[in-house]
């Protein structure tokens, strides 16, 4: 009984640490790729998370920039 909590304790931490991972920062900057590599869209999350894109958003998102947020 043990054993499988601590099992499923370590997926959920695993998993939880993975999302928020995986989301973008503040600040982050980034292109929407399709499926051929090519650019269809941008995206960008100003420093007070503000999520804006323009073009066509697919499953293939890269990070390509950072803006420098000046937080207190």
Partial sequence: ??????????????LAAGLAYAKPRNGDLGVYLDDSGNVVGTFAVSCDGVFSYSGERTSHAVT??????NFP
């Fill in 1 to 14: 009984m043990r054993t499988k909590l601590a099992i499923g304790l370590g997926l959920a931490v695993a």
């Fill in 64 to 69: 390509n920039g950072h803006m420098w947020c």
